[in-house]
């Protein structure tokens, strides 16, 4: 089904997310026209700051919109998927922010007008989300739509602050993971599903095959499967993750000694010493360890945009 009958719609977007906020603004615009002479009338609505995204989509629902759009990096994403999850209104997403996965995994591209073109020819599919459970959580959960992950790369997030993202851009993300190649310590914690147990230094549960910038960890995972691929790799060796981390630049980590792929539905993670752990979503910090990652099945409806 296209996205026949659609008339009402409203683009939220992070005023604040990137570079080139001017440009931005000019080329939503253009999106808006674009999107008029398909026959859906969008209206611009800005992000008010952090957390804003979650309650304006949930009053999108409310008022009846009939599609939400997104344009903004992973956290204003994950915001509104959060404001949607559980709901039949559509979602769509437009390029935007410092990071952004899903605009990858869909292969969109980076020119927001562009973009828009090929949304207007979408079609909503049903999917399953993730969800994050702990205590450390307002709520005590947290829907993802992308990947969720512990260890090294939630120490990353949790290091990288706003306004250094807001100046550095995604070289922010890369500075810090230099800079924590040597200095991390990578304590290990259980990492625990039906399947497989093993003792690890980090995991990521993925729903898509890119994690960001050009890395791809989880590549056999998939948005429209109901579950996760994960990874846990083992190794405390700085010059184990270095290597690790060219081979991924590379595009084959797969099948390196002391990294585990398979796939479920759950996956727990619990510390096993006194040092902290760290998690993340879709590039969000959640807090330290215990977590519980969860596929929620039907819980999501996505605008796959039509072909270029």
């Known amino acids: 089904?296209?996205?026949?009958?659609?008339?009402?719609?409203?683009?939220?977007?992070?005023?604040?997310?990137?570079?080139?906020?001017?440009?931005?603004?000019?080329?939503?615009?253009?999106?808006?026209?674009?999107?008029?002479?398909?026959?859906?009338l969008a209206e611009l609505e800005a992000t008010t700051g952090p957390g804003s995204a979650t309650a304006q989509a949930r009053n999108a629902v409310a008022d009846g919109r009939q599609l939400v759009i997104?344009?903004?990096?992973?956290?204003?994403?994950?915001?509104?998927?959060?404001?949607?999850?559980?709901?039949?209104?559509?979602?769509?997403?437009?390029?935007?922010g410092t990071a952004n996965v899903l605009v990858k995994e869909l292969s969109l591209p980076w020119d927001i007008p562009r973009a828009a073109e090929r949304l207007a020819r979408g079609t909503p599919r049903r999917m399953a989300l993730g969800v994050?459970?702990?205590?450390?959580?307002?709520?005590?959960?947290?829907?993802?739509?992308?990947?969720?992950?512990?260890?090294?790369?939630?120490k990353l997030v949790n290091a990288v602050d706003l306004e250094t993202k807001r100046r550095m851009g995604i070289l922010a993300y890369w500075f810090e993971g230099f800079r924590q190649l040597f200095q991390y310590s990578f304590p290990s914690f259980r990492v625990i599903t039906a399947e497989q147990e093993h003792t690890a230094t980090l995991v990521v549960a993925g729903r898509t095959k890119h994690y960001g910038g050009p890395v791809r960890i989880t590549t056999e995972a998939s948005l429209f499967e109901d579950h996760f691929e994960v990874l846990a790799a083992t190794s405390q060796s700085h010059w184990r993750y270095a290597t690790n981390l060219v081979k991924l630049l590379a595009g084959y980590m797969r099948g390196t000694?002391?990294?585990?792929?398979?796939?479920?539905?759950?996956?727990?993670?619990?510390?096993?010493g006194g040092e902290d752990i760290w998690a993340?979503?879709?590039?969000?910090?959640?807090?330290?360890?215990p977590v519980e990652f969860k596929i929620v099945p039907d819980a999501l409806t996505l605008v796959v945009p039509g072909e270029s």
């Not at 009958?5 to 440009?23: C, S, T």
């Not at 993340?280 to 360890?289: A, K, M, N, S």
């Open 1 to 40: 089904m296209m996205l026949t009958g659609i008339r009402d719609a409203v683009i939220l977007y992070n005023p604040a997310a990137g570079r080139g906020q001017h440009r931005r603004q000019v080329q939503l615009e253009r999106a808006q026209q674009i999107l008029k002479q398909a026959g859906i």
């Open 70 to 96: 997104v344009c903004g990096g992973d956290g204003t994403i994950n915001e509104i998927v959060n404001g949607l999850a559980g709901s039949q209104v559509p979602m769509a997403v437009l390029p935007g």
């Open 132 to 154: 994050a459970l702990s205590s450390e959580i307002p709520g005590g959960r947290r829907y993802f739509i992308s990947l969720a992950g512990a260890g090294p790369d939630g």
């Open 257 to 272: 000694p002391g990294n585990y792929y398979w796939k479920t539905t759950s996956v727990r993670c619990e510390a096993t």
């Open 280 to 289: 993340q979503v879709d590039g969000e910090p959640i807090g330290r360890l």
